[in-house]
């Protein structure tokens, strides 16, 4: 690491990247150490422009060192550059470079000294305003994805331009060398008080009308990072401020995907975010209470959910999974003018509106029951939709303490009058209501209509809350209140023009991506899967409840096995739509095929998602070394195709799987049940898929002695079922241990090498009675458990 001022200039650096600033001018560049580019230049830090930027004032300028730098990140140092205007109205600013001494990374953090004697609101930091990109290069074959919230749409366009929310990653190669790549990979990194954006655009911008209204002068390519807070956070005067959030920046990693990647582990690293894994079915009684979503079957009340977790117990569904029952108290206000739960919150308004039934009057009875059947308890709230009487009774914990709009009728999801979340004592019944509720059983949240919390022109009790750190507010008093282990999902789907953004990480485990739907099409995986680098580190996205019937009509076996495949492997959280007394044992096989879910710290990874496709159909997942689980997907839901994805060659413009063009692998088709031979590493994996058909293959690489390949329990065939897998040369024994459910028989299919006569001699296995089925080049071992619990058997095959 070294760190250098001097009359002139400022600098910091590692190996690998420097950021250097010129003192005279303020202005700064991005340089690629390895390669000698100029990634970013003349890049200025512009604090609160508006939306026409007056003529800037003169500034001076000054380095300081601010020292070493120990956090979740690693160790590293700081520079700090002052920006301090010699006349006018602005505040004195200063601009944060951290650098770590083996990372690729910069981070980028800010600050504000009120020189005035009034309190001053600052709102919007461009820690990077109008860099100039490409080093005089022409960019070709440029590609953006935006790191996508909620919601909101997230595609990879053929362009350099874009401006998004929370951040984004640009990649392209340089016209003046046919395999020379570049990529930029930028966003929110701590979230505290501020939203993030980033923006590439031709021109300098002109004006700013916000909602993605600007203007541009030039042709110049420039990129602009911004940390902003739509209401601002207050300095008072002469204070210095040190804003707790900061921008990432990597320009040095070549491949997007690991540049995405670690971006992702940067962030939930930072934020401390490990969101708690949906490893169960949630069956959601609204849903399935509606007839274009569900059943039409009333059973969103708390005495129909305890029936239907009986009939889940009866099943057979627990010999797999937990399973969880949402229980959604939504009284609307046009039923009884205005007045609902909301609010209120107890026992009391929740049965009078219908949710709490008899016997089942509290959530203490109903969740006791529910504990008893071997389920869990969720509930919902709605973030800011008071009941009128509830607001008439605390018109001081209302935004503003202004209730005098409460006689004007407005449709549900735009309320006149809201909860301001600042004010200590509301916080206070929150955060006891939420002890409550978590002593009373209740483990999960769904927020529905966030949206409303989102209170952009302030009017809070407390004045040191900024908009965004007003709306965190919501979620960690519920955090607070129900512990690490409640699960906190936010129904973040952009309404009134809300900001889609990251900004509850490392707070709510779960983020919608979808409208109201209980059926299933291709961008529904898609905006998850483009999420991967995020996906189970930051968040965990979910596309809304899924049904296995469509107009009464049970859905065919490839439609059900698909969503299945697709929500269990992208996703990993599947909410109900269908009842369990209207599963038939077929859907609740399949059902069970997708738990437990993936761990969290990795996803499946789009491969393709850079050769011109909306919606990736080549996913990869990295078992190990030798094994990678790949998911092909058809998202044509009219015709059947056929995909040849190569096995070998990079990835960024073929798709591949990413495998050894030397090696050779076993390849096996999980719904099939089929062992489909050997390919070579230079071959192409040809696969025909129906229309909607989603599928998971399990590839591992021939390595001379006999090998696992597949089951039949597990999706990823054997990751979760199977541990402690071994091959001794010398002894030709092959040994894994497996986890049996009760009543079902286990089947574990072994590839055999062609070029080995080996002739199985003796098999053994505890707790399990065995079954070895011979197929020519590979052998099926059945294995069924010998008591009516499940059991672990350890297996011992000699060659």
Not at 627 to 655: A, C, I, R, Y
Not at 729 to 757: R, W
Request: some cysteine; hydrophobic content about 35%; charged content about 25%.
């Amino acid at each position: 690491m070294q760190l250098n001022i001097n009359k002139n200039n400022a600098s910091i650096s590692n190996d690998r990247v420097a950021i250097i600033f010129d003192l005279s001018t303020g202005r700064y560049n991005g340089v690629d150490k390895v390669s000698g580019k100029v990634m970013i230049q003349d890049a200025w830090f512009r604090l609160d422009p508006g939306e026409v930027a007056w003529k800037d004032p003169e500034h001076k300028y000054k380095a300081e060192k601010i020292g070493s730098v120990h956090d979740k990140l690693g160790t590293g140092q700081k520079l700090r550059i002052w920006y301090m205007p010699v006349k006018g109205y602005d505040p004195h600013r200063f601009l944060d470079v951290t650098l770590y001494g083996d990372k690729d990374f910069v981070v980028l953090g800010w600050g504000v000294k009120n020189i005035h004697d009034y309190t001053i609101r600052v709102r919007h930091a461009e820690v990077l305003q109008q860099g100039l990109l490409f080093d005089g290069q022409i960019p070709r074959d440029s590609k953006v994805l935006r790191s996508g919230a909620g919601n909101e749409r997230n595609v990879v366009e053929d362009t350099w331009e874009i401006d998004a929310h929370n951040g984004a990653m640009l990649t392209y190669q340089e016209n003046t060398n046919q395999d020379a790549r570049q990529t930029i990979v930028a966003g929110g990194l701590v979230y505290k008080e501020f939203a993030k954006s980033f923006l590439t655009h031709k021109g300098r911008i002109k004006e700013d009308m916000g909602l993605n209204k600007k203007q541009f002068e030039g042709e110049d390519p420039y990129i602009t990072l911004s940390i902003w807070d739509p209401y601002g956070k207050e300095v008072g005067p002469g204070e210095i401020w040190e804003s707790l959030d900061s921008y990432y920046l990597d320009f040095i990693t070549i491949d997007p995907f690991d540049s995405l990647e670690t971006y992702g582990q940067n962030l939930a690293k930072a934020n401390d975010a490990n969101p708690n894994a949906y490893d169960f079915p949630t069956l959601c009684g609204w849903m399935v209470s509606t007839k274009n979503l569900g059943e039409g079957m009333h059973i969103n009340h708390s005495t129909a959910l305890v029936d239907q977790m009986e009939k889940a117990k009866k099943s057979g569904i627990l010999n797999y999974t937990l399973v969880a029952l949402r229980l959604e108290p939504d009284y609307y206000c046009y039923g009884n003018q205005g007045d609902t739960q909301q609010g209120w919150w107890n026992d009391e308004y929740w049965s009078k509106y219908g949710a709490l039934t008899e016997p089942y009057d509290s959530f203490k009875k109903f969740s006791n029951a529910i504990e008893k059947s071997g389920g869990m308890v969720f509930t919902y709230f709605q973030v800011s939709l008071p009941s009128n009487d509830f607001a008439r009774k605390h018109p001081t914990w209302m935004i503003n303490d202004d209730i005098s709009l409460l006689h004007v009728d407005h449709p549900h999801h735009r309320p006149l009058v809201r909860y301001d979340y600042t004010n200590s004592d509301f916080q206070a019944y929150l955060l006891d209501m939420w002890k409550r509720l978590k002593e009373d059983g209740v483990i999960g949240i769904k927020f529905d209509y966030p949206e409303t919390g989102w209170e952009r022109n302030g009017g809070f009790d407390d004045k040191s809350y900024t908009t965004t750190a007003a709306y965190r507010k919501i979620f960690e008093l519920s955090r607070e209140g129900m512990g690490k282990d409640a699960f906190l999902h936010e129904r973040n789907l952009g309404e009134t023009n809300t900001p889609m953004l990251d900004c509850t990480i490392g707070i709510v485990d779960l983020q919608r991506v979808w409208w109201d739907a209980s059926h299933f099409e291709p961008e529904m995986a898609s905006k998850i899967g483009l999420r991967w680098f995020k996906q189970g580190k930051a968040f965990i996205y979910y596309p809304d409840g899924k049904s296995f019937y469509y107009n009464g009509e049970a859905l065919p076996q490839v439609e059900r096995r698909s969503f299945l495949t697709l929500i269990g492997l992208l996703s990993g959280r599947l909410e109900l739509g269908t009842s369990f007394g209207s599963m038939t044992e077929e859907m609740q096989y399949d059902l069970s095929r997708i738990f437990p879910v993936l761990p969290n710290g990795q996803a499946f990874k789009p491969v393709d998602m850079f050769i011109g496709k909306d919606h990736p159909e080549i996913y990869t997942y990295d078992v190990n070394e030798d094994w990678k689980q790949v998911l092909l997907v058809n998202n044509d839901t009219e015709n059947s195709t056929v995909l040849t994805p190569p096995l070998s060659g990079n990835q960024v413009t073929t798709g591949s799987f990413g495998l050894d063009e030397n090696s050779e692998y076993y390849a096996f088709d999980f719904w099939n049940q089929k062992f489909l031979g050997i390919y070579k590493g230079s071959d192409t994996f040809k696969v025909e898929l129906k229309p909607k058909e989603a599928n998971v293959f399990s590839i591992h690489k021939v390595t001379g002695h006999p090998k696992i390949i597949g089951t039949n329990r597990h999706i990823m065939g054997g990751m979760m079922e199977l541990s402690n897998i071994s091959w001794s040369e010398k002894d030709k024994v092959l040994k894994f241990d497996s986890q049996l459910v009760k009543g079902e028989t286990m089947k574990i299919f072994i590839a055999l090498p062609s070029n080995m006569d080996y002739k199985k001699k003796k098999i053994e296995a505890s707790n399990a009675r065995v079954k070895v089925i011979e197929n020519g080049d590979s052998l099926i071992v059945e294995l069924n458990p010998k008591n009516t619990k499940a059991q672990n058997s350890t297996v011992s095959i000699t060659f």
